[in-house]
């Protein structure tokens, strides 16, 4: 039995990665090691609190010791680093969290991996000559594209935002610990994600819930700023991928293929309401959508060539957008 580390387990991503790696690879347990801020939520994972080869720590990737009883217990044989501040928003507004948890966060966890797993550069300890750190960033370390193109490996980070740019240089310790040290490190950068346990302040969350408490539906500027939606199981089981088969050091662009404008996401989401729970006034949700102040270094568009991901590893993104937003409104309903 082998025993990974999962970082920020309870977050929307995390937590519906861990009961899907757990069905799908009975070989694995796993340590969901969560700090349970605003994002993470233990009721993400209660489908799997009892779960044999599960097992939860609440505590912070920043504290080093902790990071070391753990390595030290459990003797992982693989890091699949989730945790982070992830939301622009909030990033804008302090983003000394978002510098202290995405790049010194993901430099403990990196450097205990490595004195854990390591004798010395490119010198691995008997037995862990294996193992992988599994790093999940963003498209947003990208910046910003036009209307043409699309994001690719070879893509230079151009971040705009504190939290993207938190997020590039956590991306680039990564690599430097593969160039540096020879540590097993695998990066995987993916598109908006979307589906059940997604936090509220997330835009199609906000969408479904400001629509079913009859409220003003916020949309920022015009709504014409674009991005490429990704089903999260449709995630999962890239980096479930990326975590077995990619090439060390290596960088997977995960991305679904299905680009919307704010605009169309509103207009979709307020479409399936208006059949599912038609409004007592009998109007349609669209008439609440409302634009306010369009957020500070608002990127146009995101948008990304997921080819090496498919030639090399065989991953596809399945889920239809209409189909993925069908059960994420219905999830919502429900919660």
């Not at 090691?33 to 994002?39: G, N, P, Q, R, S």
């Not at 294996?130 to 994001?151: A, C, M, P």
């Amino acid at each position: 039995m082998k025993t990974i580390l999962v970082t920020g387990g309870a977050g929307f991503i995390g937590s519906n990665f861990i009961p899907y790696f757990l069905e799908a690879h009975g070989e694995y347990s796993i340590v969901n090691l969560d700090l349970l801020t605003y994002a993470g939520n233990l009721d993400n994972v209660k489908e799997i609190e009892s779960h044999p080869r599960y097992e939860f720590v609440r505590g912070d990737i920043c504290d080093r010791p902790l990071a070391e009883s753990l390595f030290t217990r459990h003797d992982f044989s693989g890091v699949i680093h989730f945790a982070a501040e992830s939301h622009v928003d909030n990033s804008i507004l302090g983003p000394e969290a978002f510098i202290k948890t995405n790049v010194f966060g993901t430099f403990t966890l990196l450097d205990v991996a490595r004195k854990h797993w390591m004798n010395a550069p490119f010198e691995f300890n008997a037995g862990h000559g294996n193992n992988r750190f599994l790093h999940i960033s963003t498209d947003e370390v990208y910046g910003s594209l036009g209307k043409q193109g699309f994001f690719t490996e070879k893509t230079p980070y151009a971040p705009n935002s504190p939290y993207s740019a938190s997020k590039a240089g956590s991306d680039m310790l990564v690599r430097s610990y593969f160039h540096t040290y020879g540590l097993n490190v695998v990066t995987t950068n993916c598109s908006n994600n979307y589906g059940p346990k997604q936090h509220d302040e997330k835009l199609i969350p906000t969408i479904i819930r400001k629509a079913l408490a009859e409220q003003p539906i916020p949309i920022y500027g015009d709504g014409e700023n674009v991005r490429d939606w990704l089903y999260v199981l449709d995630h999962c089981k890239g980096i479930d991928l990326a975590f077995h088969f990619g090439s060390a050091g290596e960088t997977y662009n995960i991305g679904g293929k299905n680009e919307r404008t704010n605009n169309q996401i509103a207009d979709s989401i307020c479409a399936v309401l208006d059949t599912q729970r038609p409004r007592k006034n009998g109007a349609s949700y669209k008439q609440l959508i409302t634009y306010v102040t369009d957020r500070a270094g608002h990127d146009k568009r995101y948008a990304i060539d997921a080819s090496k991901i498919e030639r090399e590893l065989g991953w596809r993104a399945e889920e239809s957008f209409e189909r993925g937003i069908s059960k994420t409104i219905n999830w919502q309903i429900n919660k």
